[in-house]
Every structure is written in structure tokens, then in C-alpha cells.
């Protein structure tokens, strides 16, 4: 399983699949507030991202993806910004 819940937060590991969006999206409902780690993962599903886009969780994690770290979370931060 690539998306992992430890306490109020969340980890995703490893190439999360169209399948964790679901996942990710009921913990998300069930714990607001909680924090997403990103160090572990490797890459992520559109319908990830859209979940992660819908509920604006705190973001944390340096993944080492240069696409991810680079592009993809900043994107996503600048997101909440507007």
C-alpha cells in the first residue's frame, strides 16, 4: 500500500496509483488537518493529485523526483495561494 496513515499524518510511498486517490481521499475526510509526507514518493496519479488539489492538506517531504520536487508540489502550493 502506497498511502499510509501514522497518527495525523499521512504518507505516500512509492508510484500511488489511480487506485489510492480513493484512499487518500477518505483519510483525508476522516482526519482534517492532517499533514501529507512526501519524502517516499516516487510519483502520483492525476486523480491523486486532484484529491490532494481538493482538500489542500499541509504539504511536507522533499520526494526525491526531480518532477515532483521540482515542479509538481510547487505547483501545488501555489495553488493554495490564490
Keep these: 500500500m502506497s498511502v499510509v496513515q501514522d497518527g495525523k499524518v499521512i504518507r505516500l510511498e512509492g508510484y500511488c496509483r489511480v487506485e489510492e486517490a ?48 521540482d515542479w509538481l508540489i510547487p505547483a501545488m502550493a501555489g495553488e493554495r495561494q490564490h
Design 22 to 69: 480513493e484512499i487518500l481521499t477518505a483519510l483525508l475526510q476522516r482526519s482534517p488537518g492532517s499533514t501529507l509526507d512526501l519524502a517516499r514518493c516516487d510519483g502520483l496519479h492525476a486523480a491523486v493529485v486532484q484529491a490532494i488539489l481538493a482538500f489542500c492538506p499541509p504539504l511536507s517531504g522533499n520526494p526525491a523526483d526531480p518532477f515532483l520536487r
